[in-house]
């Protein structure tokens, strides 16, 4: 090909996965780098969204109790999950959607569940209740009643699929930022690290802290994006599958920065259920990912591995070893 041509931008805002999403590309073969992905965000929406009747994942829901034959890229999708929720304990775990149902989190007609409820549902919430068969490409959630949402690891995942994508293309300037996931493919067009900013839990607008980063994914979790209040309280989306409530531990936000997208993302959900003291416990006995943590007393903690990348810009902050 042409190694001398020009490179220019391309940049599309689109809706997908219940969210919105920004892709910046830079390249030769930029506008077709992006329609590409455009078309392959919109596929993996298709398989995997909870709330489309006609992707896998409903396949799968609507055939609890039995082994439902689904295509390879979701039963492995399912299978990291799986693998992802034995890492953390159980804090991240697909199987939460009854949970997630019964706090109106799918419709937005919301209600806080009374114990008896959560009590009835609890049993029914557990990635050891997934069987995997690759023989036969199939996938069983073990009992009627039972569903799963990957909405905590769909968009890491498309990320990767996405990342893939640009390689393969030759691209070697994007940044792709699919809602609070964000691949930083190669460096800025001069040649500098992207940077990303992490929010400010309390206030959208501002930010604690900017990574400098190349190709990693860096994604956010935290309370402040999806919930409801009722009687003075506050319930976000991000349920903690052992109680069935949202999850409540001393973290606002867990950002996890990793080479792949759908660990980031999925970590970073099973972080925030953790809490800080857990959450570093396996950053320590862990090899594949970094993380900023935003406490509920307004602490910033970054860990050691991603320090010198990290700009400190607000509040009071300090390292993990
Ligand atoms: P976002 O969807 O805002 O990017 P996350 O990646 O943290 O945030 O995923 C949260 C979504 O994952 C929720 O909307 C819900 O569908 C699902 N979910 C909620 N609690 C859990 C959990 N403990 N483990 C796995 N998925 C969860
Ligand atoms: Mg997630
Ligand atoms: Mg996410």
């Given at each position: 090909?042409?190694?001398?041509?020009?490179?220019?931008?391309?940049?599309?805002?689109?809706?997908?996965?219940?969210?919105?999403?920004?892709?910046?590309?830079?390249?030769?073969?930029?506008?077709?780098?992006?329609?590409?992905?455009?078309?392959?965000?919109?596929?993996?929406?298709?398989?995997?969204?909870?709330?489309?009747?006609?992707?896998?994942?409903s396949a799968i829901n609507r055939g609890a109790g039995g082994a439902v034959e689904v295509p390879v890229e979701v039963m492995d999708l399912v299978s990291t999950a799986v693998a992802i929720s034995q890492r953390t304990d159980g804090a991240f775990d697909i199987t939460v959607a009854p949970l997630v149902q019964a706090w109106g989190f799918y419709t937005g007609e919301y209600t806080v569940p009374d114990k008896e409820a959560l009590d009835?549902?609890?049993?029914?919430?557990?990635?050891?209740?997934?069987?995997?068969?690759?023989?036969?490409?199939?996938?069983?959630?073990?009992?009627?009643?039972?569903?799963?949402?990957?909405?905590?690891i769909a968009k890491g995942y498309a990320s990767?699929?996405?990342v893939e994508m640009m390689k393969d293309r030759g691209v070697s300037s994007a940044l792709l930022a699919l809602a609070g996931n964000i691949?930083?493919?190669?460096?800025?067009?001069?040649?500098d690290p992207w940077r990303v900013a992490v929010r400010d839990p309390r206030d959208g607008s501002a930010y604690v802290g900017?990574?400098?980063?190349?190709?990693?994914?860096?994604?956010?979790?935290?309370?402040?994006?999806?919930?409801f209040e009722s009687g003075g309280k506050r319930y976000h989306h991000i349920i903690d599958p052992k109680t069935g409530v949202?999850?409540?531990?001393?973290?606002?936000?867990?950002?996890v920065i990793s080479q792949s997208g759908t660990t980031a993302d999925a970590l970073s959900t099973g972080l925030f259920v953790m809490g800080m003291d857990k959450a570093l416990a396996l950053w320590r006995a862990s090899k594949d990912f970094e993380a900023v943590f935003v406490t509920q007393d307004d602490r910033v903690v970054v860990t050691e591995g991603i320090a010198?990348?990290?700009?400190?810009?607000?509040?009071?902050?300090?390292?993990a070893y």
């Open positions: 090909g042409c190694a001398s041509g020009e490179k220019k931008k391309a940049e599309a805002e689109l809706y997908a996965m219940d969210t919105v999403m920004d892709l910046t590309i830079y390249a030769t073969n930029a506008e077709e780098a992006l329609s590409a992905a455009q078309e392959e965000i919109y596929r993996l929406d298709g398989l995997l969204s909870y709330t489309r009747s006609d992707s896998q994942v009835e549902i609890l049993p029914l919430v557990g990635s050891g209740l997934i069987r995997l068969d690759p023989g036969a490409k199939t996938v069983e959630l073990e009992k009627t009643g039972m569903s799963i949402d990957l909405g905590g990767d699929v996405l691949s930083a493919v190669g460096t800025k067009p001069g040649g900017i990574l400098s980063v190349s190709d990693l994914t860096v994604a956010t979790s935290g309370g402040y994006e999806r919930y949202p999850a409540d531990s001393d973290l606002t936000s867990v950002t010198d990348r990290f700009e400190f810009t607000g509040q009071s902050g300090g390292y």
